[in-house]
């Protein structure tokens, strides 16, 4: 245990920021976020059901398949997590690229219609990266390689929905 661990001043909100970052990742996990944030522009008249449903199966599509191309291209074992307790789902598959970072930056470049949504979106992809490391899933390298690959694929699909 470290002085930090054992500090009752930082220990409170050290539990709570791990206890966020546990619901953050569940929330991200096979697109519940995403699906939750196209189902609102489409309640609150911003977007049809048809290009809501077309955006974010392209987003999703595109996701999976960079995902499963680049883990299985790279196959670097994800980081040993036994001493932290999560209630987040540990994925089975190699670590690099982060699958979830990098889906969460293809949807917060893709869903979005406006510059302040795509803000704000891109905001609750960087929470996402943040949680997959501080759930013990990822390495800092894992989830800024699916941010980047991630914004990528969601700017080149973006060019292609508009």
């Not at 619901?23 to 008249?45: H, P, T």
């Not at 307790?85 to 699958?99: E, V």
């Not at 889906?103 to 219609?113: D, G, H, K, W």
Request: proline share 4%; charged share 15%; aromatic share 4%.
């Amino acid at each position: 245990m470290t002085t930090t661990e054992s500090d009752p001043q930082t220990a409170g909100p050290r539990r709570r920021a791990h206890q966020v970052a546990d619901v953050v990742s569940i929330a991200s996990d096979f697109g519940v976020l995403w699906i939750a944030v196209s189902l609102g522009q489409v309640l609150v008249g911003r977007a049809s059901l048809a290009a809501v449903v077309r955006r974010l199966g392209a987003a999703g599509i595109t996701s999976l398949v960079l995902t499963r191309l680049l883990k299985h291209f790279f196959a670097v074992p994800r980081r040993a997590a036994a001493a932290r307790t999560t209630l987040a789902r540990m994925p089975s598959s190699s670590g690099f690229p982060s699958g979830h970072t990098l889906a969460a930056f293809a949807s917060a470049v893709v869903l979005p219609r406006t510059r302040r949504g795509r803000v704000f979106a891109l905001m609750v992809a960087s929470l996402v990266g943040w949680a997959r490391v501080e759930v013990g899933h990822h390495r800092a390298a894992d989830v800024v390689a699916g941010a980047v690959v991630g914004s990528t694929a969601g700017a080149a699909l973006a060019a292609v929905l508009r």
